[in-house]
């Protein structure tokens, strides 16, 4: 992941607050270094999505 650069966009727009950015930065690091150490069992790649999506959540919530 560190190849890419996927929150430019993000913290460049002002609706995007930067310290939830880096939130969900974090925690997608997590769940593409689980992918990329050869994680397959398919409940620990779901609740690694789930953290995301409820990361996401959070913050459409809380405005």
Do not use: C, R, W
Request: glycine share 4%; hydrophobic share 40%.
């Amino acid at each position: 992941m560190s190849n890419y650069d996927y929150f430019t966009d993000m913290y460049q727009d002002s609706y995007f607050p930067d310290f939830l950015v880096d939130k969900i930065k974090e925690i997608l690091k997590g769940v593409v270094a689980s992918l990329e150490n050869g994680e397959t069992d398919i409940t620990a790649i779901q609740a690694s999505l789930y953290s995301v999506k409820h990361s996401f959540l959070l913050y459409n919530l809380s405005q």
